[in-house]
């Protein structure tokens, strides 16, 4: 079954500190994968996205993921959060850009 | 350009009233879908469109109905609502998996309320 798990449901960190949020997919053919934040009360922003090419793909705002096929795996990282970051982010897959499968969503925390 | 547009942004439905969620893109997107969101389940599919007159079933359908008559509008229509779709609504689009590089648009939600 086709699916998207993001582990950490919470994620509290330290201004300045650096950032790492996992998700991991299953996925039966070669995936599209993106990355969304979601400020309170807003809609989704796209951070990144992933189709081909260079594992290590730049996002917005500093951040960056990185696709590991062997680990079914798109972790998302940032080396210095800032408190703008707190928000929550959505892991997701797609046959393409459309249909995605999301998941749960991490909830980050920065404290001051 | 507007981007993904929704009304109303929050409503209140009393149980077995109907209603229909707007959706209106103007970046002549082919592809128009509509999530649901929430808690702890993050978004799920309920139906989507890849061109005007075609639409599909995503993972969660039921009580839903989809229509798209134009390539801007993907209206979602709730035909007697239930507790159960209380929840945050948001509707889509994409260009489409022609092209290589796009992502999907993500307009900013409608709050329903069923009581």
């Known amino acids: 079954a086709q699916s998207v798990t993001q582990p950490d449901i919470h994620i509290t960190v330290s201004e300045g500190a650096s950032l790492e949020l996992r998700c991991n997919y299953s996925?039966?053919?070669?995936?599209?994968l993106f990355w969304y934040v979601q400020s309170p009360g807003q809609g989704l922003q796209l951070l990144l996205k992933?189709?081909?090419?260079?594992?290590l793909v730049q996002g917005i705002k500093g951040f960056e993921a990185e696709f590991k096929r062997s680990q079914s795996s798109f972790n998302l990282r940032k080396p210095s959060v800032h408190w703008s970051d707190a928000a929550e982010y959505f892991c997701a897959v797609g046959p393409g850009t459309y249909k995605y499968i999301f998941g749960t969503g991490t909830r980050l925390k920065v404290l001051a | 350009n507007a981007g993904v547009t929704q009304t109303p942004k929050f409503q209140v439905l009393k149980t077995g009233q109907s209603m229909t969620l707007q959706c209106a893109q103007d970046m002549n997107h082919e592809y128009m879908s509509w999530y649901r969101q929430d808690p702890g389940m993050g978004l799920r599919l309920i139906h989507y469109?890849?061109?005007?007159?075609?639409?599909d079933q995503g993972e969660v359908p039921n009580g839903y109905n989809v229509s798209r008559s134009t390539t801007e509008d993907f209206p979602l229509r709730l035909l007697s609502a239930a507790p159960s779709q209380t929840s945050v609504y948001f509707c889509a689009s994409s260009v489409g998996t022609t092209s290589s590089y796009n992502e999907q648009f993500f307009g900013p939600g409608t709050r329903l309320t069923v009581l």
């Open positions: 996925y039966g053919a070669t995936p599209y």
């Open positions: 469109s890849v061109g005007a007159g075609i639409t």
């Open positions: 992933y189709f081909s090419g260079d594992t």
